[in-house]
C-alpha cells in the first residue's frame, strides 16, 4: 500500500531531471510567474462587457496529465484566473481566493480547442462572487466602477496575456514536455513531494512550497493548490494495475497563505466508497504553524475500463 502512493506521488530521478533542468526566471513580486506563464500561454482574450470576459484557449502538451488528458489543477488554475479577471482592476491590490467549487463534465484533450466564459454574478459590500464552478472572491479594500469598452478590454488583456518576453519562458517548459511525454505538469507540480505515512484510506505528505508554484504575490498558486487536492486525494484510492480514478467535483476552501520555502503537512482522507465512486478530503496545513492553507473535498470515479499491456 505505502508502495502504491509512492509509486503515484514521488517522482523517479529521471522525471525530477526534467524540472531541474529548466532555467527558471527569477521571481519578481508583481510580475507574472513562470506559473502563470505555464498556465495561461496561448490563452486569448475574444470579448469583454462589464461582468463579462470570453477567452479561447488550445490545450498544449504542457498541461496534460498522465492519462493524456486536460489536467484538473490547470483547469482549477484557468477557474481561479480567468474568474479573477472579472473584477481586475488595474492598479489595485489582487482580488485574494476564498473558495473554488469546480464539477468536471467531460475531458479534453490535447490540441482542443475551448471556450472559457466567466461572469459575475454579483457584489456584496466588498465580496464578490462568481461561477464557472463557483468562486468567491474577497477585493482587497477597493472601491471601483465597472467599465465598458475598450478599456475594459484592455485590462482583461493586461491580466491574461502574457508579453513576448514572458512567452519565450513557456518555450522551455513546451520543449521540456516534449522531452517528458505527457505527465510533464504533474512532474512540474509535483516534485519535492515526500509520502511520510500510509494507512487503509489515508496518506500524509511533506512538501515545501518552491518559487516556480508561486502566484504575482508571492503566494503558492491556488491552481497549484488545487493540483495537490486532485493528486494526493487520488492517492487514497489509487490501485496499482487499476484504470485511473477521474476527477468528478472538487471543491476547495482557501483559509490562509503559504510563502516560497513554507513546509506544508498535507493529509488526505477517504471519506466512503458508494459503487465506484469516491470521496476523499485533503487538508494542507503550515507545519511550522499549524495553520490550514486549504481544505478541499473532492469526488471521483472508477471506470471500468482496462488499459491493454
Known sequence: MENEAKKFLELSEQESETVSGLALPEFRLGEATIYDHLALRGIRVDRVEPGLVVCTF?????????????????IAN??????????????????VTMEVSISYLSTAKLDDELEITSRLLGVRTKRRELVRGSMPFFHVGVSESI????????M??????LTDHDSEAVSQLDIAAQRAGVEFYEVFALRGIRVDRVEPGLVVCSFKVPPRL?????????????????????????????????????????MSKAKID?????????????GRYFGTIVVLKNKATGEIIAEGRHSLFRSNFVPKL
Open 262 to 274: 513554507d513546509e506544508l503537512e498535507i493529509t488526505s482522507k477517504r471519506l466512503g466508497q458508494r
Open 147 to 154: 467599465r465598458d469598452g475598450s478599456h475594459n478590454m484592455q
Open 78 to 95: 484557468l477557474v481561479d484566473v480567468v474568474g479573477s479577471c472579472v473584477v481586475y482592476v488595474s492598479g489595485a491590490p489582487m482580488n
Open 156 to 161: 482583461a488583456k493586461e491580466y491574461l496575456d
Open 214 to 254: 508561486t502566484d504575482r504575490a508571492g503566494n503558492f498558486a491556488t491552481g497549484a493548490i488545487a493540483n495537490l487536492v486532485d493528486v494526493v486525494g487520488n492517492s487514497t484510492v489509487y490501485c496499482l494495475g487499476r484504470p485511473m480514478n477521474v476527477s468528478i467535483d472538487m471543491s476547495i476552501s482557501y
Open 58 to 74: 488550445k490545450v498544449p502538451l504542457r498541461l496534460l496529465d498522465r492519462d493524456g488528458n486536460f489536467a484538473s489543477g490547470a
